[in-house]
């Protein structure tokens, strides 16, 4: 916005001003945009309808039945002038003139993608940078303010595996691409659980040679029913606190690097550790992922599937603090689900994940938890005849 607004507000030492000055407040035509992107005939309405520029934020990413494919970071990104994105993700110093912005970037010059080499873009809310591969942006070439460069990319996350799910496949079905939303296969375990059972296959000890067992049995996924899965992400968690990785991010590697284990006896030492944990907490190494890990709500107890984005699943979901009975919740991670095949009928396969009501007594409250255990999406209801035989109660109105 055009105007600074300021916010005020107390630290821990001593009392200081604080203004916040937000991109896109003062946006009218933000239905309109929506609007006009979704009544597009063809790339060219809709790339003039992005060019309005009243969205404040959203990656975008477009495909039409002409074979063409288009990826967007857009919105209103200020034109900062100077300074990183570590820089502006701190406190900025207000009473310097040269760092209070006043125009946005225009649609020019926001990260964009149109038909790719590659033939696909994806965007799991990472950097625009890595929306394709081969790579078609250089993050050299724009503004380091847009979005965080090579020092961010120190971890694994799972816009990797969604590259990977893609570019396995000369060609994907619509029944695949509901299998890759599905996902639960760990990154960090193809890259790190090989050299991890090589390392520890040679130890002495007892408790290390019986989770080499389970990790060699293990399906590297997250399914309700993955044996191994919680001794692996027990034993990622303590490695994490540490610089487990030997070789470093490259943009040369984007979708592989960073890899190999730093320390070798770092990581027998804690697989050691992590399986003392595992044991004393659930009594077997080989628990089930889905025993540990649950979908609760509306009265509904079940086994639940996924795993954070940073262990590299596709099929992200994010758990709370555990429970009283040492178990943890799903409290984030995916929530609508729409895998869509346009043509002369559209396809879709669809999850509200956590239900679409939330009145006391509403038996949809929680109700496609049902479907999230089960790893399954059900068909969109998007005519008329399909609706009606999936009609629960009609109320006609009158004048």
């Not at 030492?13 to 937000?22: E, L, S, T, W």
Request: hydrophobic residues 35%; neutral net charge; proline residues 6%.
């Amino acid at each position: 916005m055009q105007n600074l607004a300021p916010r005020a507000g107390r630290s821990g030492k001593g009392d200081k001003a604080f203004a916040v000055r937000i991109a896109g407040l003062d946006n009218a035509g933000f239905i309109e945009q929506y609007h006009k992107m979704c009544k597009a005939n063809n790339f060219r309405e809709f790339e003039s309808a992005e060019k309005m520029l009243q969205m404040p934020m959203f990656n975008t990413i477009y495909a039409d039945k002409a074979g063409n494919v288009f990826y967007l970071d857009g919105g209103d990104i200020p034109d900062k002038g100077e300074g990183d994105f570590s820089f502006w993700h701190g406190k900025v110093d207000g009473t310097q003139s040269k760092y209070i912005w006043t125009k946005t970037l225009p649609f020019e010059k926001l990260p964009q993608v149109f038909n790719p080499p590659s033939g696909f873009v994806q965007n799991a809310n990472d950097v625009p940078w890595t929306c394709t591969w081969p790579l078609a942006l250089d993050y050299k070439k724009y503004p380091a303010f847009i979005a965080p460069g090579a020092h961010w990319m120190s971890g694994i996350d799972r816009n990797e595996r969604a590259v990977h799910l893609v570019t396995e496949h000369q060609s994907i079905s619509f029944d695949q691409l509901v299998g890759f939303k599905l996902n639960t296969g760990l990154e960090t375990a193809d890259r790190l659980l090989d050299e991890l059972l090589q390392a520890a296959g040679q130890s002495a000890d007892s408790l290390v040679m019986q989770s080499v067992t389970v990790l060699k049995k293990w399906d590297r996924r997250t399914d309700t029913a993955s044996r191994g899965a919680v001794l692996f992400t027990q034993w990622a968690d303590m490695m994490a606190m540490g610089s487990p990785m030997k070789n470093n991010f490259s943009w040369d590697a984007p979708f592989t690097t960073p890899n190999g284990l730093r320390d070798l006896k770092v990581a027998v030492d804690n697989l050691q550790k992590a399986a003392g944990m595992v044991l004393k907490k659930y009594g077997s190494l080989d628990i089930p992922w889905g025993s540990v890990y649950r979908f609760r709500g509306g009265g509904y107890d079940l086994p639940a599937n996924g795993a954070p984005g940073y262990y590299g699943s596709y099929r992200s979901i994010y758990y709370g603090p555990p429970d009283k009975d040492k178990k943890f919740t799903a409290t984030a991670g995916d929530s609508y689900v729409a895998v869509t095949e346009f043509g002369p009928k559209v396809k879709a396969m669809v999850s509200l994940s956590y239900g679409n009501a939330s009145q006391p007594g509403n038996k949809h409250v929680y109700d496609q938890l049902k479907l999230m255990s089960a790893e399954k999406l059900r068909p969109a209801l998007l005519d008329k005849a399909d609706v009606l035989k999936n009609l629960e109660e009609k109320e006609e109105l009158g004048n």
